[in-house]
């Protein structure tokens, strides 16, 4: 059903804020249901003045006096968190009374925010919602459809702080792009691990794993010797014979292996079992 007083093109939208309950995650006949009952006393005297407009989710009429409601609206996950629940069925062609100008009502699109906005901001993702709503028609109309706030043809502070975000309204019925960037970001893909690096293996050195294999010999030596001293098998003089010749030799290769750490240490490792030697040759001769 069309009232008949549409004046086309359809070229404005008109915001407004309902001073109301914020009706968060309201369903769509709650919010029709409230605009109709509210509008029915406001403008269509209980009533006595029919609409012509058809509720949207009822098979009666409507008194709403707006097209669409724009609430909070979470519960289907949409990507805004909010919703355009339509007012009156075939918005475009229909007229209804929200601008307090009869001429702007016949070409526009009103829609009534829920809530107060005296002193609040509308969260831009709302605003991107109503513009990617309505780029359409901006795009048939070839850039003359135009943003308007109640307050632009009445003596209203209607849509409160609303009116300062106009302009950010149609940027991004211009700029989708740039806004979907900044309110939708592409989640950062997780970085790929890098493979951690397998230590490379350190060159072997032939003194070290020379010096390494004698000093094993010589642990193994204290421990020979523990057994030979107490089994009184070997004399004194073998011993030191035998460890001093060890001395000699480590001290040789000490000298032939020059400055690398990693050799001098070897080298003092070889000199700490030697001590570990003299310790049990001197326990033997304190016997
Ligand atoms: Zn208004």
Same mark, same amino acid.
């Given at each position: 059903?069309?009232?008949?007083?549409?004046?086309?093109?359809?070229?404005?939208?008109?915001?407004?804020?309902?001073?109301?309950?914020?009706?968060?995650?309201?369903?769509?006949?709650?919010?029709?249901?409230?605009?109709?009952?509210?509008?029915?006393?406001?403008?269509? /005297?209980?009533?006595?003045?029919?609409?012509?407009?058809?509720?949207?989710?009822?098979?009666?009429?409507?008194?709403?006096?707006?097209?669409?409601?724009?609430?909070?609206?979470?519960?289907?996950?949409? %990507?805004?968190?909010? +919703?355009?629940?339509?007012?009156?069925?075939?918005?475009?062609?229909?007229?209804?009374?929200?601008?307090?100008?009869?001429?702007?009502?016949?070409?526009?699109?009103?829609?009534?925010?829920?809530?107060?906005?005296?002193?609040?901001?509308?969260?831009? /993702?709302?605003?991107?919602?109503?513009?990617?709503?309505? +780029?359409? %028609?901006?795009?048939?109309?070839?850039?003359?459809?135009?943003?308007?706030?109640?307050?632009?043809?009445?003596?209203?502070?209607?849509?409160?702080?609303?009116?300062?975000?106009?302009?950010?309204?149609?940027?991004?019925?211009?700029?989708?792009?740039?806004?979907?960037?900044?309110?939708?970001?592409?989640? /950062?893909?997780?970085?790929?691990?890098?493979?951690?690096?397998?230590?490379?293996?350190?060159?072997?050195?032939?003194?070290?794993?020379?010096?390494?294999?004698?000093?094993?010999?010589?642990?193994?030596?204290?421990?020979?010797?523990?057994?030979?001293?107490?089994?009184?098998?070997?004399?004194?003089?073998?011993?030191?014979?035998?460890?001093?010749?060890?001395?000699?030799?480590?001290?040789?290769?000490?000298?032939?292996?020059?400055?690398?750490?990693?050799?001098?240490?070897?080298?003092?490792?070889?000199?700490?079992?030697? /001590?570990?030697?003299?310790?049990?040759?001197?326990?033997?001769?304190?016997?």
């Amino acid at each position: 059903m069309a009232d008949g007083h549409r004046k086309y093109p359809v070229n404005r939208t008109v915001m407004h804020h309902a001073v109301s309950d914020d009706m968060v995650n309201w369903a769509d006949i709650k919010v029709q249901d409230w605009f109709s009952v509210v509008g029915k006393s406001r403008g269509y /005297k209980n009533g006595a003045l029919r609409s012509y407009h058809n509720h949207p989710s009822r098979s009666v009429e409507t008194y709403a006096m707006a097209h669409f409601c724009l609430h909070r609206y979470t519960k289907d996950k949409n %990507k805004y968190g909010w +919703r355009l629940t339509p007012l009156i069925k075939d918005v475009w062609n229909n007229v209804t009374w929200h601008a307090s100008n009869w001429p702007i009502n016949q070409q526009s699109i009103g829609i009534e925010t829920a809530g107060n906005y005296v002193n609040k901001r509308l969260d831009e /993702k709302a605003l991107m919602l109503v513009a990617d709503t309505f +780029r359409f %028609k901006d795009k048939q109309l070839k850039g003359k459809f135009w943003i308007n706030g109640h307050k632009d043809f009445a003596a209203t502070a209607c849509p409160g702080q609303i009116y300062g975000q106009l302009p950010i309204l149609i940027d991004m019925i211009n700029n989708p792009t740039k806004w979907n960037k900044k309110l939708f970001p592409a989640p /950062k893909p997780k970085p790929t691990p890098k493979p951690t690096p397998k230590p490379k293996p350190t060159p072997a050195n032939p003194l070290i794993e020379k010096l390494t294999k004698e000093n094993e010999d010589l642990k193994k030596k204290i421990v020979e010797m523990d057994v030979e001293i107490s089994g009184d098998n070997k004399t004194i003089e073998a011993l030191k014979i035998r460890i001093s010749a060890l001395e000699k030799k480590l001290k040789q290769q000490g000298e032939n292996a020059g400055i690398p750490k990693d050799t001098t240490d070897k080298i003092n490792e070889s000199h700490s079992i030697l /001590k570990k030697i003299w310790d049990v040759f001197k326990r033997m001769l304190n016997k």
